[in-house]
């Protein structure tokens, strides 16, 4: 079973705009990462918060963790064509050997 | 430096078949996780080889087995496939250090449909 939801589900934006996704865990971790699929080939790791980390930036991503919520946001800003893909949120839990994947929001950039 | 490597890309099997898929992992890397990702879905977890042992285990049957050889390696099996088996399979390895997080890099993955 999923560890996680994402929502939404799809999102659709011109390019330029700003695209947030959303990430919910139900277990203790130790970390949350960001993936990237481009139609469904394997996955790109963006970017990985760790339990004691609230904000992380890489380039234009921006990733917050609020473990006391248990979730996550993504923040892409000034988008571009070439980001869409499926986005997953991905958990290492705590005493586990295993990633823990969401089912994923699929991101259209419009040009 | 080589990143994970897997065959086929692509293959076409019947219900009942049998499959073995392979992955090599990024060099240095000692550890090999298998993920099954049906379409639409989120990659959910076989399993995972470290020193050629099975040392985790996902919520799949035993009609999924593994191996790792001594070159850190891996094979994924599935035994009497069903239609329900059709997905991208990924692999991917990573580096046991001690810690609490070891980074898993992906392979492309195996797209497998069974007829």
């Known amino acids: 079973s999923q560890q996680g939801e994402e929502d939404p589900q799809a999102l659709s934006i011109q390019e330029g705009e700003n695209a947030t996704m959303n990430c919910s865990y139900k277990t203790s971790i130790n970390n949350l990462q960001w993936y990237r699929q481009n139609s469904g080939r394997g996955l790109v790791h963006l970017i990985l918060?760790?339990?004691?980390?609230r904000e992380k930036h890489s380039g234009r991503l921006r990733v917050t963790l609020d473990t006391s919520k248990k979730s996550s946001s993504l923040l892409i800003t000034a988008s571009r064509a070439a980001d869409t893909a499926s986005y997953f949120c991905?958990?290492?839990?705590?005493?586990?050997?295993?990633?823990?994947f969401g089912q994923g929001t699929r991101l259209t950039i419009n040009p | 430096d080589a990143g994970v490597t897997q065959s086929p890309t692509h293959l076409i099997k019947t219900r009942g078949q049998q499959v073995t898929l392979r992955c090599s992992p990024k060099?240095?890397?000692?550890?090999v996780s298998w993920y099954q990702q049906a379409l639409g879905q989120g990659p959910q977890f076989i399993f995972q080889y470290y020193e050629e042992e099975e040392r985790q285990r996902g919520n799949f049957p035993d009609r999924f087995s593994g191996h790792q050889f001594p070159n850190y390696s891996s094979e994924l099996n599935v035994n009497a496939l069903l239609l329900g088996d059709s997905a991208l399979y990924l692999c991917?390895?990573?580096?046991?250090?001690?810690?609490?997080?070891?980074?898993?890099?992906f392979g492309p993955g195996t797209r497998l449909t069974v007829l």
């Open positions: 060099s240095g890397h000692d550890t």
């Open positions: 991917a390895s990573s580096l046991d250090l001690a810690g609490d997080y070891n980074e898993q890099f």
């Open positions: 918060i760790r339990s004691n980390e």
């Open positions: 991905a958990t290492d839990v705590q005493g586990a050997q295993k990633l823990v």
